[in-house]
Each structure stands twice: as C-alpha cells, then as structure tokens.
C-alpha cells in the first residue's frame, strides 16, 4: 500500500499506551473497533441476502480503509472524485467505480492514464456527448471502458430523466466500440436524511418504481442491466429489500454522524452502526464565564448541516457552538461546578463525515486510550 512517510505531529505517539489523551489537536479521530464492525456488519448484512456491495469512498478517501471493506467481501469501492480513484488504484483496491461524470480534458487523459492500470474500471455516464468523450478515452488507454447509465432517480443532480432516454443512451454504450454496457446507476441522495422511516420508505418509494421500470423497458430492449447500483446509509435497509439493486454503494455507515444519528432507521430507536469518527480538540481558552474554548472552528467541522455534537464521554450535557475559523465554544452544562482547564481534551461527533474528513490529512486511529496507527486521507481534496 501507499503509505505517506509523514504521518504529521503526531507520529511519535503511536504505539504508546495513554496516548489518545495527548494528541495534537485539532485531530480526526477514527476508533478501530467500531470502525471495524460497522465494516463487518454492513458485510454480514448484505452477505446475507446475495447483495453486492461496492461502497462509497468518497466518506473516507482512505485506501486503508477501503482495504478494510474489501477484507471483509467488498467486491470494489465507488470514487466522486478521480483523485480517489486514483488514491484506490495506487493503493491496489480492485473494482473501482466512479459515479460522478468524468468531463474535461484533462480528467479525461487522468481517466485513460487510470484505464490502462486499474482492472475492472467502471464508470457512470448520463450523456450522449460524454459517451464519445470517453469512448475516445478508452480508446487512448488501449484498454475498453466499463459503463454504468446513470438514471436520475428523483434528485435531477446527474443522470438520465426518463425510460427512454435511459433505454437510447444505455443503446449507445452497447454500440460504442471501446466501451463496455454493465448496466445502471440510480442514487437518490435527497431521501437519504429524512428523518422518519415511513416518510423515507414513502418518497424512496417512488424513485424505487422509476428504476424499476427503467430495468424493466431495458430488459424488453435486450439491454438487461448486468449492474444495477446504487442505495446509500439512509436508505440501506429498505435498500435490500427492493430486490432492484445487484450492488450497494452505501459510504457513511463506516462512521455514522450527528445528521446519520438522528436518522431513524427502523423501529428500535438506535442506529445500526455505532459512531466511529470524531475530531479531538484541545481547550484553548478558559476565561468565560460558562464556557470555554476550543481549537475547533469552520476548518475543521463541515458546516452544511448540523452542529458538532460534544461526546458524553467527554463532557456529559455540554453544547457546542461555532466561534470563528478556527475556535468552538463548549457551553458548559448548568450547575457544572469544574470547568475544563487549558489543554484537557473535549470529543466531538462529527455534523457531517464526508466533509469533515475532507478537511483533515489523518486518520488518528485509536483502540482505547491509544494511538495505534495514522492513515493519510490520502485523496483529500476536490481535483
Ligand atoms: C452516488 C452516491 N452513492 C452513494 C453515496 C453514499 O451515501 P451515504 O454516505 O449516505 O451512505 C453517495 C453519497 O453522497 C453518493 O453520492
């Protein structure tokens, strides 16, 4: 595997007992342990059932991570970005699946350039212009192209709105002649967060018939999908209970967050997979009256959703606000009678993962109250 030599300020740590407690901060933190098994328990679950999974590397753009999924019978990982599948492919994972539209010319010769190494390369597709530019890019490689037609199911980000133009661009792969049809893509991104079962299954349900039909008018075209893709976290068990899907792409689960922990998955109350991933900050401050500060503020936490969430392990009841760039305020709970004192480590639960990871360089990995390990976020970025 690729492995960074720099593994940042806190390398000297690994390895020695305690050492999660004197972390620099502010530092991403991923517990091994249940990392682990919300790895194998989305495994086991879709195992159980024959449904494939390929899941999202856009959460972690970590290919020791993605190495983990693969152990434990993942048969690839979807990439949004290029640089992730190149991240993937460096780091010798098979079956890499990119679900984003590769456009531009320079992506394009990346993606012939990633072609002509990486096995089994797929790709999603949702226009016309696009499938020549690509063909002409397999073409490049030497090598033909894995196509996936990518359905708009609901959301109208990417894909293709209706049967037939779905049955007409799905035609125009199969006749392409350096790509290769492996069937369909529909992710319906949109569903995923609503917080109510019924109201999920309810909107889910819809965008589910839609691709049911597109399987449906392929099939009477001879064009039967080999690959149908797609399903994420929120939408995971009623996922496998489609029967649509061959494969599932779901990504957060590995972490869970504040946004995936107030999803109400079925009827037990509890989310299925346990929160895996915070970010270790450091109190900076401790004047105020009622609060304190920390060294956690917008470049560190993603702000398109929730707030960060103070782990109870860390300090029971406290609140978390935003306080700039690069500070948090902790509010402390009422009646607290101690107040955290400079440099005591707070725990947050990460708003939203994907982009939290985004703007961090490691994984701290940790087992207990030790550093075990440092994982790059090797494809961090956006190019
Ligand atoms: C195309 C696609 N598939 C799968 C996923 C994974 O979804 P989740 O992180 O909710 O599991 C995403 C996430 O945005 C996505 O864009």
Same mark, same amino acid.
């Given at each position: 595997m690729n492995r960074s030599s720099d593994l940042g300020p806190n390398q000297s740590l690994i390895g020695r007992p305690g050492s999660r407690h004197r972390l620099a901060t502010p530092a991403l933190i991923v517990e091994l342990g249940a990392l682990e098994r919300n790895i194998a328990k989305m495994a086991r679950d879709h =195992?159980?059932?024959? %449904?494939?999974?390929?899941?999202?590397?856009?959460?972690?753009?970590?290919a020791a991570?993605? +190495?983990?999924?693969?152990?434990?019978?993942?048969?690839?990982?979807?990439?949004?970005?290029? +640089?992730?599948? $190149?991240? @993937? *492919? *460096?780091?010798?994972i098979p079956g890499v699946h990119l679900s984003s539209p590769v456009v531009g010319d320079g992506k394009l010769r990346r993606l012939a350039a990633l072609n002509a190494d990486a096995e089994g390369l797929m790709v999603a597709a949702d226009n016309r212009q696009n499938l020549a530019q690509l063909d002409e890019a397999a073409e490049a490689s030497g090598d033909s192209l894995n196509v996936l037609v990518?359905?708009?199911?609901? @959301?109208? +980000?990417?894909?293709?709105?209706t049967v037939e133009g779905a049955v007409r661009l799905a035609r125009a792969v199969s006749d392409a002649e350096y790509l290769t049809y492996r069937g369909i893509q529909g992710y319906s991104g949109k569903v995923q967060h609503i917080e109510r079962l019924g109201e999920r299954t309810e909107v889910y349900g819809a965008h589910l018939d839609h691709l049911r039909d597109v399987v449906e008018a392929l099939k009477d075209a001879g064009l039967a999908p080999e690959i149908v893709s797609g399903g994420g976290t929120g939408t995971h068990g009623i996922d496998r209970e489609a029967g649509l899907f061959? !494969?599932?792409? =779901?990504?957060?689960?590995?972490? @869970?967050?504040?946004?995936?922990? =107030?999803?109400?998955?079925?009827?037990?109350?509890?989310?299925?997979? !346990?929160?895996?991933?915070?970010?270790?900050?450091?109190?900076?401050s401790?004047? *105020?009256?009622?609060?304190?500060?920390?060294?956690?503020?917008?470049?560190?936490?993603?702000?398109?959703?929730?707030?960060?969430?103070?782990?109870?392990?860390?300090?029971?009841? *406290?609140?978390?606000? +935003?306080?700039?760039? $690069?500070?948090?305020?902790?509010?402390?709970? $009422?009646?607290?009678n101690e107040k955290p004192g400079l440099g005591d480590p707070i725990l947050l639960i990460t708003p939203h993962c994907d982009p939290t990871v985004n %703007?961090?360089?490691y994984y701290h990995v940790v087992d207990g109250d030790t550093l075990v390990d440092i994982w790059p976020v090797d494809a961090r970025g956006v190019l």
């Open positions: =195992a159980a059932i024959g %449904l494939d999974l390929r899941p999202h590397a856009k959460t972690h753009k970590s991570i993605a +190495r983990k999924q693969i152990d434990a019978g993942a048969l690839g990982v979807c990439c949004a970005t290029l +640089r992730e599948a $190149e991240a @993937m *492919a *460096a780091g010798d990518d359905i708009d199911v609901g @959301m109208a +980000r990417t894909g293709v709105g061959t !494969e599932h792409q =779901a990504g957060s689960y590995i972490f @869970m967050d504040v946004e995936y922990n =107030a999803v109400e998955f079925d009827g037990t109350g509890e989310p299925p997979f !346990e929160t895996a991933l915070f970010v270790q900050c450091s109190v900076v401790n004047n *105020a009256e009622g609060f304190v500060t920390i060294d956690g503020g917008f470049k560190c936490f993603a702000t398109d959703g929730p707030k960060p969430r103070i782990a109870a392990t860390s300090i029971k009841g *406290a609140g978390f606000d +935003r306080f700039g760039d $690069e500070h948090g305020k902790v509010i402390l709970p $009422e009646g607290a %703007l961090h360089d």
